[in-house]
């Protein structure tokens, strides 16, 4: 359990850095899903290279609904969901709405997940936390009322943890049936593809040739963390004695780390009250989930 906490963490730290380079490159008149999908297909090429094996094929069909839902749910309609998202609201904001995977996750855990149930600390944990989402989603950067398009950009966001979060209960469930580098490299490959493919069918065909240096330093840093971020969160997942609630929780490293490099590397994007606030509730959150019942036991002590 302890190496999956530490993969988790890994990787937790890895998607932290993702929006504001995502914001970046989308700022090189580059469309959400040509952007994604050339992300996730170079990442995928280069996976391939790596776990290319005789017989991964046959490997494939055997598991064939494992990779259709990471292939599908994970990568096509989740990452087009986030990619909508990160595109309508501000880097800072989307990375502290993000930060509610963990939280969203142990609840679909608790439904869908055998053996992976809520108890009152748990209960408490999401509480605060959707209190620290609904302090941060009230105000924007400027610190006046989000836009409809804003909203919409957070209801993209939530609904890709809702997808994400489901496909990472199946690959819980399917511990040591597939190396999980592989696995990431199919759901690259094959989602990147149909992302890309659908991409230019909707938003028309977009050259990544022949642009500015920033472009490709942020499509470079992106593939980097796709390739290791992913394989190091199925490791996780696939831990002996890993609970899918447990690891998630890990991802509130997301919102601190990732609003701050949003402040500092984005153009008008700087901390509030509000979202400084939201962030701190929201990391309250983790030491209920993790430590609530010792907090508990030892006031009690001290009553005595």
Known sequence: MKKGLIYAIAASVLWAIVNPFIKQGLSYD?????????????????LFAYTWHKGMWKEILLHKRLFLNLIFVNMFLGY????????????????????????????????????DKLNIYKVVSLIVSFAGLLLI?????????????????IVLLLLNIILQGYSAISV???????????????????????????????EGYHSFIGKPAGFYVSLGVLVFISVFAFSFWFMALQSRGAKVSDINMCRLINPILG??????????EYPTITTVSGMLIIVCSLIIYFKGEIIVQALRRNKK
């Not at 580059?30 to 280069?46: H, K, S």
């Not at 990375?95 to 996750?105: A, E, K, Q």
């Not at 989603?137 to 950009?153: H, T, V």
């Open 30 to 46: 580059f469309t959400p899903m040509n952007f994604a999908g050339l992300r996730f297909t170079a990442v995928g090429i280069i």
């Open 80 to 115: 087009s969901a986030f990619y909508f998202g990160i595109d309508f609201v501000s880097g800072a904001i989307s990375s502290i709405v993000m930060g509610m995977t963990p939280i969203i996750n142990v609840l679909l855990a608790h439904l869908i997940a055998k053996n």
């Open 137 to 153: 989603i009230g105000m924007g950067n400027d610190g006046e009322p989000l836009d409809l398009k804003s909203i919409c950009g």
């Open 172 to 202: 819980s469930e399917d511990k040591g049936k597939v190396d999980p580098v592989f696995l990431n490299a199919v759901q690259m490959f094959f989602g990147g593809a149909l992302i890309y493919g659908v991409g230019i069918c909707t």
């Open 259 to 268: 609003a701050v490099l949003s402040w500092v590397m984005l153009a008008g």
